[in-house]
């Protein structure tokens, strides 16, 4: 019997993001001055026979950072080959620099943001809310930061006769209704806040970014419960040993499943990766 599943990569995980790198600069970034600005990630894709080294070139050689307010934390080359810039900047610089990047850029790449991703619980609906009461109640309270492809769903009414409902949004907008606290949805001023939900690397199994801006050891092939990599074994059944605790080589135990309660190293990520986004 297979006990432990090889390789899991749920399907949000490639749709969140953030990153060691990120969750390292954020240390830095607390140790010299407080910011709470969290880098952002442009992924420029090569297109036709353009290449990365084609690409940077035309970028760099056209492009400004400094003219749009954008300070840029690393270039680098994903596994696919293609320029991942990390940004600081506001929202407004960060899209003006963006439309900077698709000029210059022309037909020789595509320009994509890499946003985080955070979800947002909405608590005292009442039992009548309809789905699209709460669309038309983010989008209403959102404006421009709404976004028409949000999901939205709904739990089962509790004990106490009322709904809550989620939300997947981008920083920015899950940022803004966490600050509001509240939102109107029907008759009921509804709490709001960001759900904490910290992202899981499918390539080194930590916590705190995804794969494509992972700087870590690639640890895909290897069991997210025991670390092995034999598991295809019919008699496979090993105990839990978390290789990320293993990492930190500072004898902590390792007898639990990475990201479980007692893993310390998913509480540290954890413990950072909210503060980033907060
Ligand atoms: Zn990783
Ligand atoms: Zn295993
Ligand atoms: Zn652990």
Same mark, same amino acid.
């Given at each position: /019997?297979? +006990? ?40 420029? %894709?090569? +297109? ?31 596994? !696919?080959? =293609? ?22 850029? !022309? ?11 955070? !979800? ?33 769903? /709904?739990?089962? +009414? ?5 709904? %809550? ?39 080194? =199994? ?24 034999? =598991? ?47």
């Amino acid at each position: /019997m297979i +006990t432990c599943k090889q390789r899991q990569r749920p399907k949000k995980e490639r749709r969140q993001k953030t990153t060691q790198t990120l969750l390292n600069a954020t240390k830095r970034e607390t140790a010299t001055k407080r910011r709470r600005t969290r880098p952002e990630a442009v992924l420029i %894709k090569p +297109t036709g026979n353009r290449n990365y080294a084609d690409v940077l070139k035309q970028i760099r050689s056209t492009v400004k950072p400094e003219e749009s307010n954008v300070i840029i934390k690393s270039i680098r080359k994903t596994r !696919q080959g =293609h320029v991942l810039l990390e940004v600081g900047a506001s929202p407004e610089d960060k899209a003006s620099f963006r439309t900077k990047l698709k000029e210059a850029i !022309q037909g020789a790449g595509e320009v994509r943001q890499l946003s985080p991703k955070c !979800q947002v619980e909405i608590r005292d609906l009442d039992i009548s809310t309809e789905c699209d009461e709460v669309k038309d109640a983010l989008k209403a309270f959102l404006g421009e930061d709404w976004n028409d492809e949000t999901k939205i769903n /709904m739990t089962k +009414t509790d004990f106490r006769g009322s709904l %809550k409902a989620f939300a997947v949004l981008n920083e920015t907008a899950a940022n803004k209704l966490d600050k509001a606290g509240h939102v109107r949805i029907g008759w009921v001023n509804c709490r709001v806040r960001i759900k904490a939900q910290v992202p899981r690397c499918y390539r080194c =199994h930590g916590y705190g970014h995804i794969a494509v801006i992972c700087r870590e050891a690639d640890r895909g092939n290897l069991c997210c419960k025991c670390g092995h990599e034999d =598991h295809k074994s019919a008699a496979y059944n090993r105990p839990p040993k978390c290789i990320l605790c293993e990492e930190r080589k500072d004898g902590s135990e390792l007898d639990h499943i990475p990201g479980s309660a007692a893993c310390e190293s998913y509480k540290d990520a954890a413990r950072l990766y909210l503060k980033a986004i907060r």
